[in-house]
């Protein structure tokens, strides 16, 4: 194998991370949800802050992660980020107070957070030196990871839930996703002990903020725009008189496209300059989060599930394309801390706000509309980030 296939082999190693932290952590909890609303009489504001909480966890875990690893290391960080992960999901089988599942919720953003902007990091440093498309390519094979995590969620959830009581169907699925976590966990140990660790300078960890202000607003708005869509697609889908089978695949179908998109998308973010890979990619998440409120037919569905799929994860490996050719090796960390802080606030906001229109006359329809109304302006703010040299 080649120098370059063994960085790929690599990067799709650290890719179990945002598996574990996005895919199974975050993104699985819309295939929870329903269930889990009628088993705890929960209303959809309830239900969103459920996601919220877990964007605050990841926006404190962003603002920590830089500095965990000057001081630990960021392999090490990033391993014991998995490890929390892991356990905080398994744990939300544990109990049916609200509350306490906040709590849970909060704390496994916290250490997703980490993963995630370290992951990012091993990653960019696994590309120095090389191409633009190269080192695109490597980022798009780790952020596409977290489609990994939908696919097996898709797999493992919904028979689940149609098998058992409705009642509690949801606590066992939350022992699945905390097994498939830990593996995950245990299969990334190996991509993580044969990467370099990253520059983290004391001292130094402060970043051209200034520069990347466009890119900074515009991945606010992707952090409100998608997550209300990921959050209760699934909900909208079930309300629409979509059958379990049909969710199945619709769920399969996102992320298995997800999982792809970082090699179609991963050479030419290498390559296009400025705000253009952010933009382009957010105009196609848009389109895909519009497609539902077209028709919620079992047709439609696929199709935003693909068009969504083959962008949204995306998007993170845009931002970090970006920021690596602006941002000095030194200051890549904080900067990815950074423009992940920016994301989980708009993470923070998306649930509660969608789950609010949730709960009008007009039903999850009204959430998902915010969803693409946001996305949409988030277009234009992205396109407008500069080339910046070092």
């Known amino acids: 194998m080649s120098q370059y296939g063994r960085l790929v082999v690599r990067a799709l190693g650290l890719s179990l991370g945002p598996a574990c932290a996005l895919g199974l952590a975050r993104f699985a909890y819309a295939l929870l949800l329903p269930a889990m609303r009628a088993a705890l009489d929960w209303s959809f504001a309830i239900a969103g802050a459920m996601n919220a909480a877990n964007a605050l966890g990841y926006l404190v875990g962003a603002l920590l992660a830089a500095r965990l690893a000057t001081r630990f290391g960021a392999r090490n960080v990033f391993l014991f980020g998995l490890a929390g992960t892991a356990i905080t999901v398994l744990l939300s089988a544990a109990t049916a107070s609200t509350p306490l599942l906040l709590v849970l919720r909060l704390l496994s953003g916290i250490a997703g957070a980490a993963t995630f902007v370290l992951g990012g990091a091993l990653v960019a440093k696994l590309g120095e030196g090389l191409t633009g ?213 708009g993470q923070c906001l998306g649930p509660v706000l969608a789950g609010v229109l949730s709960d009008s006359a007009d039903g999850v329809r009204a959430g998902l509309l915010l969803s693409a109304v946001i996305l949409l302006i988030a277009v234009p703010i992205a396109a407008a980030q500069r080339q910046h040299t070092r």
């Open 133 to 345: 498309r190269r080192a695109g390519l490597l980022l798009g094979c780790y952020f596409g990871g977290s489609g990994i995590g939908i696919f097996c969620s898709a797999v493992a959830l919904p028979p689940l839930l149609g098998a058992l009581d409705p009642a509690t169907g949801w606590r066992w699925g939350w022992v699945v996703l905390g097994v498939l976590a830990g593996f995950a966990a245990l299969g990334a140990i190996p991509a993580v002990l044969r990467s370099p660790e990253p520059v983290t300078e004391r001292g130094r960890g402060r970043w051209p903020v200034a520069k990347l202000a466009p890119l900074l607003l515009a991945y606010t708005l992707f952090g409100v725009g998608y997550i209300a869509y990921m959050t209760f697609i699934v909900a909208f889908l079930r309300d629409a008189g979509r059958s379990t089978a049909e969710v199945t695949v619709f769920w399969a179908v996102l992320g298995l496209v997800s999982i792809g998109s970082g090699f179609l998308w991963g050479p030419p973010l290498g390559a296009w300059s400025g705000g253009r890979g952010p933009a382009i990619v957010l105009s196609v998440v848009t389109v895909g989060a519009a497609i539902p409120l077209l028709s919620a037919s079992a047709a439609m569905a696929i199709g935003s599930a693909v068009v969504f799929g083959v962008a949204f994860l995306v998007v993170a490996a845009a931002m970090t394309a970006v920021a690596q050719r602006i941002v000095p090796a030194h200051q890549l960390t904080a900067a990815i801390g950074g423009l992940t802080t920016a994301f989980a606030l």
